[in-house]
């Protein structure tokens, strides 16, 4: 007895061209059983020689299995037959309806799958409830759309405002950020319609999840370190009164780029930044000495750090000591301890660089990207937190320079 997805599979061999033989030796079944198989597809066979260029007559596309009396399948073997030739039929109508945009049914909204499915069953005659398992959408959520087609669509203007702003954001915003953006352009409508539209139009962030060892610049200890004065507390109640500090890296096919990050927890504003081609200790003090340029004057800050090596060597102790600076450093291996700085990067990460093609991208334009990225982050990123508004707007409703 043979599944589904092997009836499938020898079925589709057959009609790129392969033997039987071939196709039995791909799908791992016996001769005898594909050529059993592969008496449905006959008449399919006839209709691609006669050179029609659409979809077989109704009906032609719906192969019979082979003749009971001459060869018997067993029951379940026929079902598996009947499904993979329906399954087989409706992908046919179905890339031939999309025209070869390179959808899939699962990645289209409800309504789009009621209206293909009512096209596909005037097309093919089959029972609705196999075209909804293939469309995969509830037998309710069809009829609930069924009911509304043909009537306008009240949310036309904003479904394609939503899809512009997908796009400004890169396609890295989430529904809250785009229904605060909406409010800001005066349009008042829920979240929960912003989010349904955004999942009806297949508009979703798609970040990189995947856990893989990163750089690290852990060198040994090779000075004392300061105490852990943070305690994974990284709150501020003002500006430059607690940074934190890390180096990353960008890997792209022409090479690797590193960004050394100082970030406020205040706002979660990076206070000063530098991009380089190698992890330098010059990489680490020359972002310190940028967030030391534009720090308040008067200010009490604590700089916090992992006990990489950039942050013992003594270059970074005197910038440190000459700014008047209190050092805080995280214990050994325990990246929470500085999870702050951890989460400013994978923010930048996901919303910039992960599921972006860098193809082609030199260094330079990879790293002046990157630049100009931060920037919007500081100036133009909106945030829940901050009353969705930007870094630089928060503190210019609060009085502070930006």
């Known amino acids: 007895m043979y599944d589904r997805d092997t009836i499938e599979l020898a079925l589709l061999a ?21 050529q059993r198989w592969g008496r449905g597809l006959l008449p399919h066979a006839r209709w691609r020689a006669s050179g029609s260029a659409a979809r077989p007559p109704r009906g032609a596309a719906r192969m019979a299995p082979p003749d009971a009396e001459e060869d018997p399948l067993n029951e379940a073997e026929r079902a598996a ?47 609705l409830r196999e075209i909804t398992a293939f469309l995969r959408i509830s037998r309710s959520s069809y009829e609930y759309h069924r009911a509304r087609l043909g009537r ?34 005066d349009v008042r409508v829920s979240e929960k319609v912003v989010r349904r539209l955004m999942r009806e139009e297949g508009l ?29 507390d990284f709150s501020a109640a003002a500006p430059d009164e607690l940074w934190v500090t890390d180096i990353t890296e960008f890997r792209i096919p022409a090479g690797k780029a590193y960004l050394s990050a100082v ?25 310190l000495e940028d967030a030391l340029a534009g720090r308040r004057p008067g200010a009490r800050t604590v700089v916090h750090s992992d006990r990489g090596g950039h942050y013992r060597w003594p270059g970074w102790i ?28 994978g923010r930048l990460k996901n919303e910039f660089f992960h599921y972006r093609d860098w193809e082609g991208v030199s260094l330079a334009e990879f790293s ?23 870094p630089d707007e928060y503190r210019a409703s609060l009085g502070y320079a930006a």
């Open 14 to 34: 057959l009609e790129e061209g392969m033997t039987q033989v071939e196709a039995a030796e791909l799908c791992g079944a016996s001769r005898g059983a594909v």
């Open 81 to 127: 037959y009947e499904a993979a030739m329906n399954e087989n039929m409706l992908l046919r109508a179905v890339l031939d309806d999309l025209k070869g945009a390179g959808s899939h049914p699962g990645s289209i909204s409800n309504r789009r799958k009621c209206e293909l499915g009512e096209r596909l069953r005037a097309a093919t005659g089959l029972p």
């Open 152 to 185: 306008p669509d009240k949310y036309a203007g904003l479904r394609a405002r939503v899809r512009e702003l997908f796009d400004e954001g890169s396609r890295a915003w989430g529904y809250r950020t785009i229904w605060a953006r909406l409010r800001r352009e």
């Open 204 to 232: 979703s962030a798609a970040y990189n999840r995947r856990r893989r060892r990163g750089w690290s610049s852990y060198e040994g200890e090779v000075s004392a370190a300061p105490p852990n004065l943070v305690a994974r």
């Open 263 to 287: 970030v406020d927890c205040f706002d979660g504003r990076p206070a000063g930044w530098r991009i380089g081609a190698s992890p330098t200790a010059d990489l680490a003090n020359g972002s």
């Open 318 to 345: 005197a910038l440190c000591e000459g700014a008047g600076l209190v050092r805080s450093m995280s214990a050994k291996g325990c990246s929470p301890d500085n999870a702050a700085c951890e989460g400013f990067f």
């Open 368 to 390: 002046g990207r990157l630049d100009a990225y931060l920037r919007y982050y500081c100036s133009g990123r909106i945030k829940r937190s901050l009353g969705w508004l930007s």
